[in-house]
């Protein structure tokens, strides 16, 4: 959602625009909330919190870093603007920085340990058993060992 509101935001129709000012929102919600609401269920707070920190500050320093390069200058030197009127370098920073963030929490932060097997203690058992046409019955022992 949060690609088809960005892709829409460049276009000059008034009703392609208003989808993208719906999309752009809502996508940007489930890029943060979703994976921050499954680490706190799965692997707890502290968890979710620091997915929460990467995938807002992420995409936030990439766009800061993206915006410090300029379009092309003009061949007397001064700056000008891109055509689309649309900063190259922030947008890049800020999808290369929800790339990463996306990356690091799926990498990192998704990783659960290997648990350790129980011991195996020996366990012993009793079962009855009766044969299909209920003439024999027997009772048996089982363990493990």
């Known amino acids: 959602m949060l690609g088809a509101g960005l892709g829409l935001s ?10 993208a000012a719906t999309l752009i929102p809502i996508g940007a919600l489930g890029y943060v909330l979703v994976p921050v609401a499954i680490h706190a269920f799965h692997n707890g707070p502290t968890t979710a919190l620091t997915s ?4 807002v500050l992420g995409p936030g320093l990439g766009a800061l870093i993206g915006a410090q390069f300029e379009c092309p200058r003009s061949p007397d030197g001064s700056a000008t603007k ?20 996306s990356l690091l929490d799926a990498g990192v932060f998704a990783y659960d340990p290997p648990r350790a097997e129980r ?10 058993f009766l044969s299909a046409d209920g003439t ?3 009772l048996r022992a089982y363990g493990t060992f």
Do not use: T
Not at 11 to 17: D, E
Not at 52 to 55: D, E, G, I, P
């Open 119 to 128: 011991s195996q203690s020996a366990q012993f058992g009793l079962a009855p």
């Open 52 to 55: 929460l920190s990467v995938r």
């Open 82 to 101: 891109c055509e689309s009127g649309v900063e190259l370098g922030r947008v890049i920073g800020l999808l290369s920085g929800m790339a990463l963030a």
């Open 10 to 19: 460049g276009s000059h129709n008034a009703g392609q625009s208003d989808a």
């Open 136 to 138: 024999r019955g027997e």
